[in-house]
């Protein structure tokens, strides 16, 4: 059978052929137009649920709905790998010495298990305290804590309950000492040490969580856990080096929680906006 259009013996076109419904050539069928909206319908319904953002770059949460800048609430600090809360109880007597409230989250174990524990930890810690009255909650993360923080926003609805986010020597890109003990020792990598290994599932999720909510990011050019030191910087962040606020300071991942001018800058961010480092410098304890 000749095609609807093709030429015909001695180059005339046939007149009588025409391509088959469904076709290229002719009109859809009504079941495969049934089909192209179904699957339409359910591009939007998953769009929907899952909070699939349809336009590259655009807001995850509506910014009507994140708390307000000028009313600051509980600041909950979440520990790093290991769970150790020593350093994090020095900085939050400084904190609530502004006259802020501040916990001290406690990890699930010793923190070196799933981080997705940690992060219903933090969850749950912002839910209580917005039950409390607290119109909003300041997060600071410290080393793996601000992994969680940034898992938090993008699983739990965290942008609609953080005011700010403050992190501490925080593999946002992963640490190439994740790395070299998920080839090298695998054995002694637990849950949490695979999760911080670059391009891991859970630091994909948290690739875009940046420009959420004002997020300050302190990292110190010493560190020798988080590496590199500039894995700290994700985009949507105001990434801080320690050493271009205080030339010659030397800071170990260790001493960040601690360290002064590292906790001028946690209170400058949890007050100012992020961006907003001018006169920042040298602190003394």
Do not use: F
Not at 16 to 37: D, K, N, T
């Amino acid at each position: 059978m000749e095609r609807a259009g093709a030429p015909g013996p001695g180059g005339r076109r046939s007149r009588g052929s025409r391509a088959p419904s469904g076709s290229g050539g002719g009109a859809v069928s009504p079941r495969r137009r049934l089909l192209a909206i179904v699957v339409a319908g359910l591009v939007v319904l998953a769009a929907v649920v899952v909070g699939v953002r349809l336009i590259p770059g655009g807001p995850r949460v509506d910014p009507a709905s994140r708390p307000a800048q000028d009313r600051p609430g509980t600041v909950l600090l979440v520990p790093g790998y290991g769970g150790g809360r020593e350093g994090l109880l020095r900085l939050a007597e400084r904190i609530t010495a502004t006259g802020r409230q501040a916990e001290v989250l406690t990890l699930v174990g010793d923190g070196t298990g799933d981080l997705s524990a940690q992060v219903d930890v933090l969850d749950q810690a912002a839910d209580r305290a917005l039950a409390a009255g607290a119109p909003s909650v300041d997060v600071v993360g410290y080393s793996a804590g601000g992994v969680v923080a940034g898992l938090w926003l993008a699983r739990d609805d965290g942008a609609a309950k953080a005011r700010r986010i403050v992190t501490l020597g925080s593999p946002l890109n992963g640490t190439t000492l994740a790395a070299q003990g998920v080839s090298q020792l695998p054995d002694a990598c637990p849950r949490a040490c695979r999760q911080l290994a670059p391009g891991s599932a859970e630091l994909r999720e948290i690739a875009d969580t940046g420009a959420d909510v004002p997020w300050l990011s302190v990292y110190t050019a010493d560190d020798q856990t988080s590496t590199p030191p500039e894995t700290a910087r994700l985009p949507g962040t105001t990434g801080v080096e320690v050493q271009r606020v205080c030339p010659g300071v030397r800071v170990s991942h260790s001493d960040l929680p601690t360290d002064a001018t590292v906790t001028a800058l946690v209170l400058r961010g949890l007050t100012a906006a992020p961006t907003d480092l001018a006169g920042a410098g040298c602190a003394t304890a």
